[in-house]
């Protein structure tokens, strides 16, 4: 039975109109105003709406005299004028009444509207919207002088006056009298051509060139009963003179004067209309409206977005900061389309918000089955070249300097660093001068022919353990090593070419976000704990004076004794026979031992006997003050882009060296201190680190012939570790997040380090292959952001530098530090420590594992407003976070002990994990947790095309959201702005 209050079911409820202001589910209804937008936006024409600067001017009276003075300005959000303080207000979010909205709608309706008009200056363009009102019968014929008189008065501007000028206005005459028709060319300031100040106005920087202005004028005067509104579109942007504070052309106009009395609303509708201006949605109206009913449309889309916040809950005197994100001018439109507005309501309805539902999963055509021998190398190839020449000059920029010390550092100590574990691990076949050679090497031909230059090449820890066990097995097995090697590298080629020329690198499709986040999760904590577990390290060589006490001070000394005095104490001394010092050592008598040094007394074979002899400052203290001060410094000198102090440029700059001044500084602080902390220690000479061992391995001799065969077998783990910590690394530098243009080439990478492979395994080099940590502070140190922002806007990610100089620059400094090893021995190594901790924390910040992993200590109401959060519920996030954090744990047992041979046979575990939560968890929740798997989002494309169509979602009982068209509004009583019918606001 239904409910007698409520109509029948499936009878829409009507406005007074007759306009429907609900619907049945699966009838979907666009309010006019969209319908009429719809053909307004999404026409043929395709060139770009220019930025409008907006500048809303009121009329005041100064000494008897009128002008028009600057109030507000717009580029994208609101500056008021501060009159007490005399300075621009800081930019904060227009807040409008809806009164003024609604008064602004009704102005539109009965006042002029006048498209497209031609005019060269402002008089002449004055005196024709003049005209029109009165031919219209708009305004009285004996109004007309007086109307332009008032519009041609002399605009005076917010900027800073020099102070003679001030000082000269204070003499001007209060008394003048009013002005007369007479005057009404004469007193006119308003020039062809903008004035030097305008030229020299510094608020230029942050309008786009290609802005255009649209000028507000709003006043109150006392020979009007009605209000003169006239809306103006020019056909042409025109240069006003100084009608705008700045050199801007203009294109809108918008005229108000009213009778005296309503001064606060006429002001409040011209920052309605100036606000209007400035939107995105509503400028292109404005630039493509046809006549007076696309404006109103216009206001009315307006008007169905916006949002109203209830007095009592909100102060209106409150100014909002510039929100960080704003929805994009694209994606608004996108709702008048009406092929994708039914698909939006649905999914409105059912997730409760606005949203677009996340992108699927996709890697772009560079990892596309060609199906063809060698089809996906020839693309990338093709792909790549027509940008070779854009890679080198695209680097000449003072950016790169940064990022080219930066990522230098980075690659010596982590050179030096792999250089010396895998001497220790290969008994010296392959040590630190090894490292460095390959690392140049390779890294040099990598950036040079790869397909992703910003990608670094580097050693790694796997690697390290498999060089390691190999060499153990090589020696229990009188099996020579290097030869071994070489076999291997040379089978690892050929498999790398076999994977390449197959377009094998499709498989990384599977790969979505769970795996990216486990392997670089698991890298970035490589580099943080190798970091710490260094510096931990420095308490064993470097320990603290426990046994020091500060009261006792007094009864510590050291004293040298004589050869012959220590005989007599008891102690076994022999003196150093052959020194230069020989004569000494017969007249020991004249020597007075008490007198020498530490050093000088051990070199002449004398004793030191004492409580303070074995003392040594606290090394390891000052290496982690070191440590962390690199660390820290770095942080706060990278946020320090985003500090409110000091000009825009110079934050930047410092943000961009921000490593290299923390270097310098903490080196600086060393070498002050002149402290004996551990330092740089850099090969000095062009050899092998073991003597026995030349620059090329011989391929045959040594083992018998059948290894040449079976060394294909660790080949192919090695295979797999190559080919997963490349093309992983590779997804992660090429994620849409960072905006690269240029393309990617997958196949072409895993090309050139399959043929680097057979190279360094020749040479007797360490195996090279992406490094994960360092390529992602390359990208970082490479960011570009928008220059020219608007006032409060937040610069906008531009994207990355994409360009080949950087790393070529980085890997030939690298071969070269070997002759820089004066200069470089001065860095202590706790500094550079301190770099890879930044590094290995700065590449976690961009992992939402990391950001979900936070959420199990904080309370709902303190956790961030995350999509997956408005859509998944918290227990689901949870368990789909412990799995990957479990994971990772088996990830690091493994590469802890014997077992890491098979860690890259894990890795592709990961895979098969992924696989496996299709069945924990259901596709709604992975889409925001994760990525749908390929397979998964082709079935549903699939059986979506299998579906016959409709207007309700099968299954569904939600209804369509509720929209009310502003036609439903117009028969209630709307505040209306005064004209001929209602003289007043």
């Known amino acids: 039975m239904e409910d007698p209050g409520l109509p ?35 026409d043929d024409d395709s060139r770009p709406t220019p930025t409008i600067f907006t500048e809303m001017d009121t009329l005041q009276s100064e000494g008897g005299e009128l002008e028009w003075k600057e109030t507000a300005r717009w580029v994208k959000f609101e500056e008021k004028v501060e009159e007490g303080a005399d300075r621009w207000s800081k930019p904060h979010v227009s807040t409008l009444t809806l009164h003024s909205l609604m008064e602004l709608r009704t102005c539109l309706q009965t006042g002029g509207i006048v498209l497209d008009l031609e005019g060269d200056g402002l008089p002449q363009i004055v005196e024709e919207i003049v005209d029109r009102q009165v031919s219209d019968g708009l305004v009285a014929p004996d109004l007309k002088e007086q109307i332009i008189f008032v519009l041609l008065r002399k605009h005076r501007h917010q900027t800073r006056k020099p102070i003679h000028q001030s000082l000269a206005g204070i003499g001007k005459s209060s008394s003048a009298s009013a002005p007369n028709l007479a005057q009404s060319r004469s007193m006119n300031d308003i020039s062809d051509t903008p004035s030097t100040d305008q030229m020299k106005n510094k608020f230029m920087k942050k309008i786009p060139r290609d802005a255009e202005a649209s000028n507000i004028l709003v006043g109150e005067v006392d020979f009007l009963s009605k209000p003169f509104v006239s809306f103006v579109r020019l056909a042409q942007a025109t240069t006003l003179g100084g009608l705008t504070e700045v050199p801007v052309p203009t294109r809108f106009l918008f005229i108000l004067l009213g009778p005296h009395g309503k001064t606060k609303s006429y002001n409040e509708i011209g920052r309605a209309i100036a606000t209007l201006m400035v939107d995105d949605l509503f400028s292109d109206v404005a630039y493509k409206a046809r006549d007076r009913e696309d404006l109103i449309a216009g206001v009315d889309e307006f008007l169905d977005e916006v949002i109203v916040l209830p007095p ?84 000449f920029h003072i950016q790169s300097i940064s990022a080219v010390l930066f990522i230098y550092l980075g690659c010596i100590t982590n050179a030096i660093t792999f250089g010396g574990l895998l001497g220790d691990a290969t008994d010296n076949y392959q040590g630190v001068m090894e490292s460095f050679l390959g690392t140049a090497l390779a890294g040099t031909v990598f950036c040079v022919f790869g397909g992703q230059p910003l990608i670094i090449l580097s050693s790694t820890g796997p690697i390290l353990i498999f060089e390691k066990l190999l060499y153990e097995f090589s020696k229990s097995n009188q099996i020579d090593y290097m030869e071994l090697r070489l076999w291997i590298g040379l089978h690892s080629c050929l ?9 094998a690198s499709y498989i990384i499709k599977y790969m979505t976000r769970f795996t990216e986040e486990g392997f670089s999760s698991l890298i970035s904590f490589i580099f943080i704990s190798d970091a710490i577990k260094k510096m931990v390290g420095a308490w064993k060589y470097y320990p603290i004076n426990r046994g020091f006490k ?47 040094g530490k050093k000088e007394c051990v070199r002449l074979g004398g ?41 825009t440029k110079l934050r930047s700059l410092v943000s961009d060296f921000s490593i290299m001044i923390s270097i310098l500084v903490f080196c600086g602080l060393d070498l002050l201190l002149e402290l004996d902390t551990p330092k740089l220690l850099v090969p000095t000479e062009i050899k092998p680190t073991r ?40 997804v992660i530098v090429n994620r849409k997040e960072n905006k690269l243009k240029k393309g990617c080439g997958y196949h072409l990478d895993l090309f ?27 990208i970082d140190s490479l960011r570009m952001e928008s220059e020219s922002s608007a006032p409060g806007e937040q610069p906008q990610f531009l994207g990355v530098r994409e360009q080949r100089l950087t790393g070529i620059l980085v890997f030939v400094l690298t071969g070269l530090s070997i002759f820089l090893a004066p200069v470089l021995q001065y860095i202590p190594m706790p500094v550079l420590y301190g770099v890879f901790l ?41 368990l789909f976070t412990l799995v990957q954090i479990l994971c990772l744990v088996v990830l690091w047992v493994l590469k802890s002990t014997v077992l890491a041979i098979i860690f890259p046979v894990m890795i592709l575990g990961l895979l098969v994990v992924r696989k496996l939560l299709d069945f924990m968890f259901s596709q709604h929740d992975l889409a925001w947790l994760d990525d749908i798997l390929p397979e998964k989002d082709k079935k549903k494309k699939e059986k979506k095309k299998a579906e016959p169509e409709s207007d309700e979602e099968p299954g569904s009982s939600a209804p369509s959201p509720v929209k009310i068209p502003m036609e439903a509004l117009e028969p209630l009583p709307l505040p209306r702005c005064p004209s001929h019918s209602q003289p007043n606001l």
């Open 312 to 395: 009592g809950e909100w102060d209106p005197k409150i100014r909002i900061e510039p929100p960080k994100k704003v929805t994009s001018a694209e994606m608004r439109k996108s709702v008048l389309n009406l092929n994708e507005l039914g698909q939006m309501n649905v999914s409105a309805g059912a997730g409760g918000e606005d949203e677009e539902f996340p992108a699927p999963h996709e890697l772009g055509e560079e990892l596309q089955f060609t199906g063809r021998f060698g089809g996906g190398l020839w693309l990338d190839i093709k792909r790549k070249v027509p940008w070779f020449c854009s890679d080198i000059y695209d680097g």
């Open 691 to 730: 003597p026995d061992r030349g620059w090329l391995v011989s391929p045959f001799g040594k083992n018998p012939w059948w290894w040449y065969l079976l060394s294909s077998v660790p080949a192919l783990l090695v295979t797999i570790l190559i080919f997963m910590d490349q093309q992983i690394s590779a």
């Open 752 to 778: 050139w380090v399959g043929v680097l492979m057979a190279v360094c395994s020749l040479l007797g080099l360490p195996w090279y292959v992406a490094a994960t940590v360092i390529s992602v502070a390359h």
């Open 550 to 596: 500060p009261d006792s001070a007094t009864s510590y000394r050291c004293d040298c004794l004589a050869p012959d005095q220590a005989s007599a104490l008891g102690f076994n001394v022999s003196a150093p026979l052959g020194d230069e010092n020989m004569t000494l050592l017969f007249n020991l008598t004249g020597l007075d031992w008490s007198q020498l």
């Open 8 to 42: 029948p079911t499936g009878t829409p409820i009507r406005a007074p109109t007759g306009t429907p202001l609900w619907t049945p589910p699966g009838s979907q209804r666009v309010s006019p105003a969209a319908e009429r937008l719809l053909h307004i936006l999404l």
């Open 607 to 647: 004793l030191l006997v004492g409580g303070s002899c074995k003392y040594v400052p606290d090394l390891a203290l000052m290496s982690f003050i070191l440590f962390f001060g690199t660390f820290s410094t770095t942080v706060a000198l990278k946020k320090f882009k985003f500090s409110r102090y000091f000009p």
């Open 838 to 878: 930044y590094m290995g924390v700065a590449s976690l910040s961009g992992i939402q594992l990391w950001e979900r992993t936070k959420l199990y200590l904080m309370p709902p109401k303190h956790q961030p407003d995350f999509p997956f959060l408005r859509h998944v519920p918290l227990r689901r996030v949870h």
């Open 495 to 503: 498999q790398c070419f076999v994977l390449v020329l197959s377009d």
